[in-house]
């Protein structure tokens, strides 16, 4: 087994094992619990009572968290010659079709979002291969197929996020930065759990969210109670 550096030892130690935190303390605690000397993500993560490899348990989803993410999102919009003044205007970071379509058949897929409009998923479905491992495959569901383009790219810029549940029923996100305000943390961690209940699928039978954890990037983690995410 690894052994622990002292710093994370010393922060582990804040936290009660045998205890669950509420929301509003977790927010407080989670800040504590920072040891690196750059500006951590604090992350979130879910496990549900879903069984993925069934279509209607399929938990997928995109939220706008009020206060961002912190993170800087390079888009890159797949969009015709009619759309492309648009896409740059709003903020994308790399805009065209066909070049980048080649660029990304040859490997290239440094960007974190892919927004494309409906007219050209017929030749962007080829790239299934490269994009869909990579959770970066423009789809309806998620909101980067649209023909509102300039819409998509500043919500995503700032702080739409997209979510899927993976094979084993948990998500895994980023709600902020450690350089948040435990408000802000606080905000943004309810909006999420807010959207997730309101997705429950029909078909999920049990308890929904069976356990919840709150970390920073190299911190340990923090449970949070069930009955604090079940008030909200």
Known sequence: MAKRGKKYSQ????????????IEEACDLVKK??????????????????????????VRGTVSLPNGTGKSVRILALVNEAKQEEAKEAGADFVGLDDYISEIEAGWADVDIIIATPDVMGKIG????????????????????????ADAVKEFKSGKIDFRVDKAGILHISIGKVSFDA?????????FLQTIIKMRPA???GIYIKSAFLSTTMGPSIPISRSSITSI
């Open 33 to 58: 619990t920072s040891t690196a000397s750059f500006d951590e993500s604090v992350d979130l993560d879910l496990r549900l009572g879903v069984d993925p490899r069934h279509a209607d348990q399929m």
């Open 203 to 205: 078909s999920a039978k």
């Open 126 to 149: 080829r790239l299934g291969r490269q994009l869909g491992p990579r959770g970066l495959m423009p789809n309806p569901k998620s909101g980067t197929v649209t023909m509102d383009v």
């Open 183 to 191: 408000n802000q943390l606080r905000e943004n961690l309810i909006s």
């Open 11 to 22: 922060v582990a130690e804040l936290i009660d094992r045998d205890m669950e935190y509420t």
